[in-house]
């Protein structure tokens, strides 16, 4: 029964149009028009329609590569200033935040609060995680939670080792971790122990560092 409720959890509205465009170039990209249009369920020239409008604004661009057959093919993703378009989790007053209390309590104050805000984020994810038998329902409980806080967050296959790859598309408090990388460490922290002494998680791609998505590799422990 307690599945059965799990599963009817609300997850954010799908978008649609242009924003339905843009939201799969954020979880997607680079990724080709014809996919977009595949994956949409739409004709390619509406999707060019689209990617001209949101590359008009700045909010998306393309590179080109060579595709089958030798034939060049553009290659889409959101671009930094769409960051904007989504959830940012009022970003500006978490840096604020993070400055001001570096500033009270030092470096040493900063780390214990953190670990008090993952130990809260632990019981509450752990709440919703710790019934689900599989790794893949574990993955699927916690994309749906942190969906729901604005980070895109889905489960995928390494298409190359088949491994589970639980990744973020977004960072809707990037400027305070940009400010603090405890931020990051403690989310590492918080994955490894809400899915389990079973399975071991290691961060692969890094929104920080540069990458387009956060994506973290989640491997059974020997």
Sequence with gaps: MREKQASSESTPKSPTGRAAVLDLLKREGPIATEELAARLGVTAMAVRQHLAGLEGEGLATHETRAGERGRPAKLWQATAAANGRFADSHSALA????????????????????????????????????????????????????????????????????????????????????????????????????????????????????????????????
């Design 95 to 222: 840096a604020d935040l993070v400055v001001q209390m570096r500033k009270a309590f030092g470096e040493e104050g900063l780390d214990k609060i953190l670990k008090l805000r993952t130990a809260d984020q632990e019981k509450t994810y752990g709440a919703r995680v710790a019934d689900k038998r599989s790794l893949k329902a574990r993955l699927d409980a916690l994309a749906r939670i942190r969906s729901q806080e604005g980070y895109m967050a889905d489960v995928r296959r390494d298409p190359e080792t088949g491994d589970w790859l639980f990744v973020e598309n977004h960072c809707p408090i990037c400027a305070a971790a940009r400010l603090c990388t405890g931020l990051c460490r403690e989310e590492l922290a918080l994955f490894n122990r809400v899915l389990g002494s079973d399975v071991r998680v290691e961060r692969v791609s890094h929104i920080i560092a540069g990458a387009n998505r956060c994506a973290y590799r989640v491997t059974p422990r020997p």
